[in-house]
């Protein structure tokens, strides 16, 4: 057990999935938690379902916390940071998941004496899947960062100057699943299967697929190998996507992701 007191600001999907993964894991117990969202039927569902405590208003949550989550938007930083600032203590441990923001950035809003851990989490921590990016400039810190986040999935250890490339590998990754997802499904009802019929062939390949590829000792090429016979089905698939360029144009989608989240970071 973590044994701080954590402060959520901010509840939404990543807040809650994190949340859901520090106490499903007993990495917190609910009475060490403590919940904040300007959406107030957001809290009463929090509370609710989790047991845990909310929050009045930004101050009290800071107060009654060593670790703040912050779970907002980045855009919603600025104006927080007026509010918060005044509470802050030099003890105060600030957790960030905010896609774009630097820790020098979050220094600049909070001071510069305070303490952070950067990280940036994905979409799979509302069902404990996640893979997690966490960066801190201080050993104990680091430590604490991949306790809380080994709650909703795996974590990884990296410098910040990474963290571009992990926002739009793992953080954005999710969509483009879903965009395959989505595709194929199309693709199914084109071909004259039901929508449920084509959502149960297409998911249901994509979970057996990732399953596949995360408990096989072999590298994604190598199981693509194996399915795709001379002359086959799947050749003649895999052949259309490389004439039309598909690597090229995947490499060319990341490298935009990268480049946005950068300039996010600038503000
Ligand atoms: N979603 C992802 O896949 C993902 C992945 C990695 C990192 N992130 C990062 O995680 C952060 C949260 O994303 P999310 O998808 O969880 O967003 P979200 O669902 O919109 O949740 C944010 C919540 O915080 C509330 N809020 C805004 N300002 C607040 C304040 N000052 N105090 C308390 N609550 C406040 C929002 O209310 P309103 O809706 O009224 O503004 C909303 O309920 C973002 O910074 C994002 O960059 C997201």
Redesign the pocket.
């Known amino acids: 057990m973590l044994r701080k007191k954590i402060g959520f600001?901010?509840?939404?999907?990543?807040?809650?999935?994190i949340l859901a993964g520090l106490l499903g894991k007993r990495i917190a117990s609910p009475g060490d938690i403590r919940v904040?969202?300007?959406?107030p039927e957001?809290l009463v569902r929090i509370k609710r379902q989790f047991k845990v405590k909310t929050a009045a208003n930004?101050g009290e949550?800071v107060k009654h916390s060593d670790i703040v989550v912050?779970?907002?938007?980045?855009q919603?930083?600025s104006?927080?940071s007026r509010?918060i600032r005044p509470n802050l203590k030099a003890t105060h441990l600030l957790v960030?998941?905010?896609?774009?923001?630097s820790i020098k950035r979050i220094r600049k809003e909070f001071g510069s004496h305070v303490r952070v851990v950067r990280?940036?989490?994905?979409?799979g921590?509302t069902i404990g899947e996640?893979v997690t990016a966490v960066t801190s400039s201080r050993k104990s810190d680091l430590k604490t960062g991949n306790h809380i986040f080994s709650g909703c999935g795996a974590v990884l250890n990296l410098p910040e100057k990474y963290f571009d490339a992990v926002?739009a590998l793992s953080?954005?990754g999710?969509?483009y699943f879903f965009h395959l997802i989505e595709l194929m499904e199309k693709e199914a009802v084109r071909l004259g299967l039901s929508e449920s019929q084509a959502r149960l062939l297409v998911k249901q390949t994509a979970k057996g697929a990732a399953l596949l590829a995360c408990h096989s000792e072999e590298p994604a090429s190598i199981l693509r190998q194996r399915v795709t016979s001379k002359g086959g089905t799947t050749e003649a698939a895999l052949n259309t996507l490389a004439k039309g360029n598909f690597p090229g144009l995947f490499g060319r989608a990341i490298s935009n992701a990268v480049k946005r989240a950068k300039e996010l970071g600038r503000g």
């Open positions: 600001l901010g509840c939404g999907n990543m807040g809650k999935g904040y969202d300007v959406i957001k930004m949550l912050l779970a907002i938007k980045p919603d930083l104006a927080a509010e960030t998941i905010l896609a774009g923001v990280a940036m989490p994905n979409l921590a996640a926002t953080g954005s999710p969509a």
